[in-house]
């Protein structure tokens, strides 16, 4: 199957702080989704990206599917407490969806 | 509430004794799919369906079953638990497909003794 390698495994930043995590495949998507999943949770859909070099926000977060389409970026802007969870970059080939490994975020207020 | 509800949240077996957890979506979606999520590995889709009675292998299949008899339901049957099978797992369904997103369930901890 597909390999998603996101990184960093793991952030500890500060409240207010900004966040970058990244999302790279060993081969080309059409569809980049991020998903955040809180402790004890499923998944929550973010954000999703349907072109190369788009640049999509909601709210604090804005994320952009790579020109090369093999990666994908998020950004989290002044971080709050509830910003805490796993972060996953997501994408589909035919039917079949494939989950990055997920970058940890702890906010230490 | 538009929601995918798994059941049971917890469970804990032995080895072998067949078992089934439930999912069901009360949104009309189309395509529903099974995760299993383990440390490290993020999530792996196990199995989806595009409706009823279609049904396809996701990339962890092995020692799992599924069926798609109603629109709503998606169980997932384990007919033999082993230990390495003991995980966190989600089911998740799609109006249209995931290139869309999936809404997740909340989902089922198990553990095979």
């Known amino acids: 199957g597909q390999q998603l390698n996101q990184s960093p495994q793991s952030m500890f930043i500060q409240e207010g702080e900004d966040v970058s995590m990244n999302c790279t495949s060993s081969s080309i998507f059409n569809t980049w989704l991020w998903y955040k999943q809180d402790p004890g949770e499923g998944p929550v859909l973010l954000i999703a990206?349907?072109?190369?070099?788009e640049l999509t926000s909601n709210g604090r977060l804005t994320a952009q599917f790579g020109i090369t389409r093999k990666d994908s970026f998020l950004n989290i802007s002044a971080s709050i407490p509830s910003d805490v969870g796993i972060y996953f970059c997501a994408g589909p080939t035919g039917n079949q969806f494939y989950f990055g490994t997920g970058t940890s975020l702890t906010v230490i207020p | 509430e538009a929601q995918v509800t798994q059941n049971p949240r917890y469970l804990i077996t032995v080895t072998g004794k067949k078992l089934t957890v439930t999912c069901s979506q009360n949104?009309?979606?189309?395509?529903m799919s099974w995760y299993r999520q383990d440390p490290g590995l993020g999530l792996r889709q196990i199995y989806y369906?595009?409706?009823?009675?279609?049904?396809d292998k996701g990339d962890v299949p092995e020692g799992y079953k599924v069926s798609r008899k109603e629109k709503r339901n998606f169980p997932l049957i384990l007919e033999s638990p082993s230990p390495n099978q003991t995980s966190l797992y989600f089911c998740a369904s799609s109006l249209t497909g995931a290139k869309y997103g999936y809404t997740f369930g909340s989902g089922t901890r198990l553990t095979v003794v």
């Open positions: 949104m009309n979606h189309e395509y």
């Open positions: 990206l349907y072109k190369a070099g």
């Open positions: 369906s595009m409706n009823v009675e279609v049904t």
